[in-house]
T-cell receptor, first 112, second 115 residues
Framework: SQELEQSPQSLIVQEGKNLTINCTSS?????LYWYKQKYGEGLIFLMM?????EEKSHEKITAKLDEKKQQSSLHITASQPSHAGIYLC????????????FGTGTRLQVTL | KAGVTQTPRYLIKTRGQQVTLSCSPI?????VSWYQQTPGQGLQFLFE???????NKGNFPGRFSGRQFSNSRSEMNVSTLELGDSALYLC??????????????FGPGTRLTVL
């Protein structure tokens, strides 16, 4: 079965600093999803990457998928308190987007 | 467009009881997936229903079951509750038109506490 490993497990950054979260898969990915979760709440979709070498950006968040489609990174530029939460990467092993395998998550705190 | 809704939001049960959770997908979405989230195991896939049929299944015991109705609403049932079933249960709906549109929209979750 596919396993996803995220690093770091937790991160504390000062407001305005940049940060990167990594997600490594044990198998080639059909699709890689990034979600954000506020504690105890549902997941908010951030981005989905599908092609090797693909890069997508939304506001101050950029996600990349490597050429081999086994590693992805999520980069936040000039972090803000609103970026705080748990970031989860999810892999789509079946290509149906309906059975995602998730990483263990990265807890981000942004200090003032 | 209304998002994915889940009811109830919070639930407290005792060991041995059974529970039914409900999920209403986004209008027009025919796929509903269920996940269990716990601090120890993280977010794990339970099962997925598409057009009233279970299409995918995770590695959970038979005490966990689900169904989907003709209007795509879905329910999951857990029988003979155990303490370890305490978790946040999330459902997600999707209606992909092509691979690039594959996105799962998640509901707010039902927090189940088993005493």
């Amino acid at each position: 079965s596919q396993e996803l490993e995220q690093s770091p497990q937790s991160l504390i950054v000062q407001e305005g600093k940049n940060l990167t979260i990594n997600c490594t898969s044990s198998k080639t990915l059909y699709g890689l999803y990034w979600y954000k979760q506020k504690y105890g709440e549902g997941l908010i979709f951030l981005m989905m990457l599908q092609k090797g070498g693909e890069e997508k950006s939304h506001e101050k968040i950029t996600a990349k998928l490597d050429e081999k489609k086994q590693q992805s990174s999520l980069h936040i530029t000039a972090s803000q308190p609103s970026h705080a939460g748990i970031y989860l990467c999810g892999a789509d092993p079946t290509g149906t987007a309906s059975k995602l395998t998730f990483g263990t998550g990265t807890r981000l705190q942004v200090t003032l | 467009k209304a998002g994915v809704t889940q009811t109830p939001r919070y639930l407290i049960k005792t060991r041995g009881q059974q529970v039914t959770l409900s999920c209403s997908p986004i209008s027009g979405h025919r796929s509903v997936s269920w996940y269990q989230q716990t601090p120890g195991q993280g977010l794990q896939f339970l099962f997925e229903y598409f057009s009233e049929t279970q299409r995918n299944k995770g590695n959970f015991p038979g005490r966990f079951s689900g169904r989907q109705f003709s209007n795509s609403r879905s329910e999951m049932n857990v029988s003979t509750l155990e303490l370890g079933d305490s978790a946040l249960y999330l459902c997600a709906s999707s209606q992909p038109r092509n691979l690039a549109d594959n996105e799962q929209f998640f509901g707010p979750g039902t927090r189940l506490t088993v005493l």
